[in-house]
């Protein structure tokens, strides 16, 4: 199975910092990276999908990058809003793997 | 508006069987592949299994090969979940997911099964 090693695993930042969140994978998946976003209580949100296509309905500072092993979730600026949960998906492969989540708080 | 609701879970002692349903609505539920995720307390989100969008093709996790069964029946647009010989570590909130040209973009909000005696 891929591995996915997501980081940090907790994050906190002021409103309007650039964030940052990183997953990396134990072997090439090529584009096949979902973000997602997740509030306390609620259903799981697609962000981004194959590493930097921006999901229809997000506010255009989330933004993705990366191919191969290595992507990068980036919020330029940060709202209060955006505290949640956020993990990253391989589906290159099966079985599909999760990264293991960054808790994103406000400081 | 794409919606999917989970439903049946619950509290089941070891070795007992529990079915999960989803509702699904807001799109045309046999177009689509869907699947179940789970997330145990304090862990990471593993996948469970996959259906075919007529559901004639599985797939299940190492995890809960031979003890869960993915189905669907597509006239009532409800992907089902069933799990029998129910251990400790199935302990976790149970999403349905769709799964597209994007896999799983869109998720329910997830129902809590726990398993203890």
């Known amino acids: 199975d891929i591995q996915m090693t997501q980081s940090p695993s907790f994050l906190s930042a002021s409103v309007g910092d650039r964030v940052t969140i990183n997953c990396k994978a134990s072997?090439?998946?090529?584009?096949?990276l979902n973000w997602y976003q997740q509030k306390l209580g609620e259903a799981p949100k697609l962000l981004i999908y194959?590493?930097?296509s921006l999901q229809t309905g997000i506010p255009s500072r989330f933004s993705g990058s990366g191919s191969g092993t290595d992507f990068t979730l980036t919020i330029s600026s940060l709202q209060p809003e955006d505290v949640a949960t956020y993990f990253c998906?391989?589906?290159?492969?099966?079985?599909?793997?999760f990264g293991g989540g960054t808790k994103l708080e406000l400081k | 508006e794409v919606q999917l609701v989970e439903s049946g879970g619950g509290l089941v002692q070891p070795g007992r069987s529990l079915k999960l349903s989803c509702a699904a609505s807001?799109?045309?539920?046999?177009?689509?592949?869907m699947a179940w995720v789970r997330q145990a307390p304090t862990k990471g989100l593993e996948w469970v299994a996959s259906?075919?969008?007529?559901?004639?093709?599985?797939h299940y996790g190492d995890s809960v090969k031979g003890r869960f069964t993915i189905s669907r029946d597509n006239a009532k647009s409800t992907l089902y979940l069933q799990m029998d010989s129910l251990r400790s570590e199935d302990t976790a909130t149970y999403y349905c997911?769709?799964?597209?040209?994007?896999?799983?973009?869109?998720w329910g909000q997830g129902v809590m099964v726990t398993v203890s005696s």
């Open positions: 259906i075919s969008y007529g559901g004639s093709n599985t």
């Open positions: 072997q090439n998946i090529n584009r096949y």
């Open positions: 194959n590493a930097n």
């Open positions: 997911a769709r799964v597209g040209g994007i896999p799983f973009d869109y």
């Open positions: 807001g799109f045309t539920f046999s177009d689509y592949n």
């Open positions: 998906l391989q589906h290159n492969s099966w079985p599909w793997t």
